[in-house]
């Protein structure tokens, strides 16, 4: 496509140069004979000619400028160089007739360099503009548009090549807690740092925040290539030292290769954006190449997005209540909510797979909310006749970022008449991953309403001591993990939930077992003090009108 354009400026150019040659011959002639022109009734002398040549040849000239930047100029000057030639010739024959010939000569020079001139600047600004479109500001390096330009011209020219998408794990932290200062400074490191190791056949570029790009072109097979890339994220992963702070990186590679995963930009990118969300439920490892599983995923996870959809609309979420009960004299405590969803044939999809799915797109505040009001509906007329009845509703963390969900969790227990005391709210420690004291804030205006909160999962996230005693609590669920170890001949995994049994009751909360199946450990658990029991061994979740009939039996 280049070279045809290219052939086709050359062409132009050199007619065009014909016919100015031409007009100067004539031109010259014209002048220096002094001759007369007769077009039918129209008669034209010599001066009158030379105005209307001298005209069209500066249209000319000015053609041949833009034909081609590079000779319109020179072959310009050449032509008119020629054309003063014979001028000179008479003058040192002593005849003066080629002056206004000389001068317009003189002022088509002057012509063609204005124009060359002022195209020349146009031209700057065109490629200035150019840079800034396809350069990144902050690192200077290729942006996403140009980066994917050069990948399409990979994929035209049929190229074997690997893409290798790098993202800095901590980023959001570091940018919270330093500053964006600092976070810019740490990009325009990582970007140096990449840059410097690049070699022949491969470039880079930065496509958002902390992500960036390299492109490898060659088709050695991906062995080889994870040698490579491992040297990438050693070199990466180093901390940065930035003033005087230091900061660890957390490097995440992902790898698609052409053509064997794809033959188009999109479907390379969309490979990418799967194998990077695999690689952030996968922790002991940092490099990740693209499989078909990954699709396989992601198409299983749109299809149960879909038909989570699909339930909230036509109302085909249901819930089920799981009883609790106090360890010593299996007194019922009240129930815990789980929501259950089947596919369209009737098998059961498991709940901590569409929870999660939920919790990645923005339909968990729909799931959490049909979930508290359903179950508030539901409960509200039985807690009139037992009214030291808990029940508890699990809340993806996600919904602290919403400042007033304490405000809108009072509004659904008036809307339905339900007093607060007799709900629990359960969270995981997840919810203090990202500020904690929003959520303290949100916990607190929630105990103010009388509303009790439990530590769901207790054990297996980050639990810290000084958190657990800032937050207000009223309720530490040991996760099923830690009863599913326990050991009647003594163990350290006794140990540990004996531990959690007495810090929760230093701190003043209580203690329930979560995931109890068998004799044995209610035995233990209840001789630790443990105070309350969920599990199979004293109930499954059950349906709204069996979980009645529990109350029931309990009077
Ligand atoms: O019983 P079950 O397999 O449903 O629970 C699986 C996980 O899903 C548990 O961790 C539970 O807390 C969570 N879960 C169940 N129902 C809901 C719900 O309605 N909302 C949220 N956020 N989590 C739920
Ligand atoms: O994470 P959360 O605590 O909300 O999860 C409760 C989950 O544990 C639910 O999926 C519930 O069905 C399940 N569960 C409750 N008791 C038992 C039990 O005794 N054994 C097993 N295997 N699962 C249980
Ligand atoms: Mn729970």
Request: net charge negative; aromatic share 8%; hydrophobic share 45%.
């Amino acid at each position: 496509m280049k070279v045809k354009n290219r052939d086709e400026k050359i062409i132009l150019l050199i007619g065009l140069t014909v016919v100015a040659v031409i007009i100067s011959a004539v031109f010259s002639i014209m002048t220096a004979r002094g001759s007369v022109i007769k077009i039918g009734p129209i008669v034209l002398n010599s001066s009158q000619i030379a105005g209307v040549l001298t005209s069209v040849r500066a249209i000319v000239f000015i053609a041949m400028v833009f034909a081609s930047k590079r000779y319109g100029s020179k072959v310009s000057y050449f032509v008119i160089a020629i054309g003063v030639v014979p001028i000179i010739i008479e003058f040192s024959h002593g005849s003066f007739n080629g002056i206004p010939g000389l001068a317009q000569n003189v002022s088509a020079v002057l012509m063609v360099a204005l124009v060359d001139h002022f195209l020349s600047i146009a031209e700057k600004q065109k490629k200035v503009l150019q840079n800034m479109a396809e350069q990144d500001p902050l690192t200077g390096m290729k942006n996403r548009r140009s980066i994917n330009k050069d990948i399409a011209y990979l994929l035209d020219e049929e190229k074997n090549f690997y893409l290798c998408y790098f993202t800095i794990e901590n980023f959001k932290i570091v940018n919270d807690t330093i500053g964006r200062d600092y976070g810019d400074k740490l990009l325009i490191a990582v970007a140096n740092r990449l840059q410097a190791l690049l070699r022949e056949g491969e470039f880079c570029g930065r496509i958002t925040g902390p992500d960036f790009l390299l492109v490898i072109e060659t088709s050695v097979p991906s062995k080889v290539i994870e040698e490579r890339i491992k040297d990438y994220v050693k070199v990466l992963s180093k901390p940065i030292v930035i003033g005087n702070v230091e900061s660890p990186m957390e490097i995440k590679a992902a790898i698609v290769k052409s053509p064997e995963d794809g033959l188009d930009v999109d479907v390379l990118y969309r490979h990418l954006d799967g194998t990077l969300s695999r690689s952030k439920s996968t922790h002991d490892k940092r490099i990740f190449f693209y499989n078909a599983s990954i699709t396989s995923e992601i198409s299983e996870a749109f299809h149960i997005e879909d038909r989570l959809f699909k339930a909230l609309d036509d109302d085909l979420l249901h819930l089920v209540f799981q009883p609790q009960f106090t360890a010593d004299t299996k007194k019922l405590r009240g129930f815990e909510t789980l929501s259950r969803l089947e596919d369209e044939d009737g098998t059961p999809i498991r709940p901590d797979k569409f929870i999660s799915i939920a919790e990645r797109t923005n339909l968990i505040f729909k799931v959490d909310d049909w979930v508290l009001k359903a179950a508030v509906e539901k409960f509200s007329p039985i807690i009139k006749e037992n009214p030291d009845l808990i029940i508890s509703v699990n809340i993806s963390a996600r919904h602290f970022q919403r400042l007033d969900y304490a405000d809108y969790v009072l509004k659904v227990l008036k809307d339905y008449d339900f007093p607060p005391k007799n709900l629990e709210i359960e969270i995981t420690e997840t919810a203090f991953a990202d500020s904690i004291s929003v959520v303290q804030e949100c916990l607190r205006k929630l105990r103010d309403i009388s509303v009790k909160v439990a530590l769901d999962d207790f054990g297996t996230g980050y639990a810290s001591l000084s958190y657990l005693s800032a937050l207000p609590i009223n309720l530490l669920k040991i996760d099923k993990s830690f009863i599913d170890k326990l050991n009647v001949d003594g163990s350290t995994d006794n140990e540990f939930v004996k531990l959690i049994i007495s810090m929760g009751h230093t701190l003043n909360l209580e203690v329930i077992s979560e995931g109890v199946e068998l004799e044995e450990q209610r035995n233990l658990l209840n001789d630790w003090g443990c105070d309350l029991i969920q599990g199979y061994l004293w109930g499954r979740p059950v349906d709204f009108d069996q979980a009645c009939a529990i109350i029931e039996n309990q009077k």
